[in-house]
């Protein structure tokens, strides 16, 4: 039940006076002389002038200038080359020995120029048969007039002026500085580099002379390792896997029946049925040829339309003037058919029978083709003799017992479990019994498992 402690209209009054307090006052009353909690809001007061701000600051105050000390300069050390002798020996220059080198014979063959002793004739056919006529330049139609600007002021205003009043303009402040007044003495430029720089003076950079090449006198070792320690041994030459092509059956015609001679047994087809199409009968009776329109269509007398063609207006009774710009400054002239163009062929066409006889045909001469020399080796070993194909794996090649890890079965294979390091690695050690005079010990022994 909320009471507003607004006074309600004139429809809800019920003569009852305006009550101020809530429900919270009524059904909780005040105990004793306690307090309400003080609010932690600020109050909102406008903070009173406390006097002419101080221009100190906690670094202005805490800071201590310290005594700036120049750093020191370090010499550079003199260059001093290294006694003895370098040796600028190489493989490279060891094993190498120059070659002559020739010039590179060019695989292109020789450019042949096709000329002829034919004159050319330079004049084109345009030049020939363009023939330049002279004619007269056209008059202009254009009626020459003089622009002569008005003499009166325009009297229209404009909205700009009408409305425009003039205001003085306010310039802005200057926030330019005073004028300050120079120093008359002279201008002191030295600087911390000027004063502080010291002036060396530089050395001349060390340049090694250049040594001349000195080819080898020794051969070039061309021989490698692979045609050094290889050594062709001759075999017998590998067999075709593929089997022989050996012809199945005999030349002898088939004799049998087959299964489909067995199984196919003929049909009797009949040739299909051709419709024949019915004979036109023109019907008898006469054809009604009216519709509902001309039934119920009543004609209505109505007059003509009249013509939107304007009325005719008044002839001239004067001659026609005929005369237009066309009609009096162009004139016929008398046109020539063009010839042809095109030049007769130099060359004549042939007459007689084509002899079917190229120039490749008659200068050609057939040579006799010297096969290439085979580079094949020759077969060293008779195919009679069987291949050795015993090799050093074969006959050297000793198989080993495979291990067994210790980590299945520890105990069956005489292992007992140490320990299991950080990566979850797990080691065993074998306990294997030595002789040690009349006692025997175990000595274990660490052995990690085999994953």
């Not at 269509?297 to 007059?303: E, M």
């Not at 077969?379 to 198989?399: G, N």
Request: positive net charge; aromatic residues 10%.
């Amino acid at each position: 039940r909320h009471r507003c402690c607004h006074r309600p209209t004139k429809i809800y009054d019920g003569g009852m006076q305006s009550s101020h307090k809530t429900e919270y006052l009524e059904n909780y009353p005040g105990y004793g002389n306690v307090c309400p909690p003080e609010s932690c809001k600020p109050k909102t007061e406008f903070p009173q002038d406390q006097g002419r701000m101080d221009g100190t600051t906690t670094f202005k105050s805490d800071y201590l200038p310290y005594e700036i000390v120049t750093r020191p300069f370090r010499p550079q050390a003199e260059y001093r080359p290294k006694s003895g002798k370098i040796d600028l020996g190489t493989v490279y220059q060891r094993d190498y020995n120059p070659h002559k080198v020739g010039p590179v014979i060019l695989a292109r063959p020789r450019e042949r120029k096709h000329t002829s002793v034919a004159k050319v004739d330079t004049i084109p056919t345009y030049r020939d048969h363009y023939k330049l006529w002279k004619s007269q330049k056209t008059e202009s139609c254009k009626v020459e007039c003089a622009y002569e600007p008005p003499s009166e002021r325009f009297g229209n205003p404009s909205t700009f002026q009408d409305d425009y009043i003039p205001r003085q303009p306010n310039p802005p402040q200057s926030f330019k500085p005073c004028e300050t007044k120079l120093s008359e003495g002279p201008f002191d430029g030295n600087t911390i580099h000027r004063t502080a720089y010291v002036v060396h003076e530089i050395e001349p950079m060390f340049v090694r002379p250049r040594e001349e090449y000195k080819p080898s006198d020794q051969p070039f070792e061309d021989l490698t390792t692979h045609q050094r320690d290889f050594k062709g041994t001759p075999g017998e030459q590998a067999k075709s896997c593929k089997p022989e092509d050996r012809k199945v059956g005999s030349d002898d015609p088939f004799k049998g029946t087959t299964e489909f001679q067995d199984r196919y047994q003929p049909y009797l087809v009949t040739a299909p049925e051709f419709h024949k199409p019915r004979e036109y009968i023109a019907p008898t009776d006469k054809m009604d040829l009216n519709s509902s329109n001309r039934l119920d269509y009543i004609s209505h007398k109505v007059a003509p339309r009249a013509p939107i063609r304007p009325a005719p207006g008044r002839k001239s009774t004067g001659l026609f003037q005929g005369k237009t710009t066309t009609k009096e400054d162009y004139r016929p002239w008398s046109v020539c058919r063009q010839g042809l163009i095109k030049k007769e062929e130099a060359i004549q066409k042939p007459t007689g029978k084509f002899s079917n006889l190229t120039t490749f045909r008659s200068h050609y001469i057939p040579h006799q083709a010297n096969p290439p020399q085979s580079f094949k080796p020759a077969q060293a070993v008779a195919p009679a003799v069987p291949f050795k194909d015993e090799t050093l794996y074969r006959t050297e090649y000793t198989p080993k017992k495979p291990e067994v890890c210790p980590g299945h079965h520890p105990a069956a294979l005489g292992y007992v479990y140490v320990n299991t390091d950080s990566q979850g690695h797990r080691f065993y050690r074998q306990v294997s019994p030595e002789r040690s005079g009349s006692n025997c010990s175990p000595i274990p022994e660490e052995v990690p498992p085999v994953s």
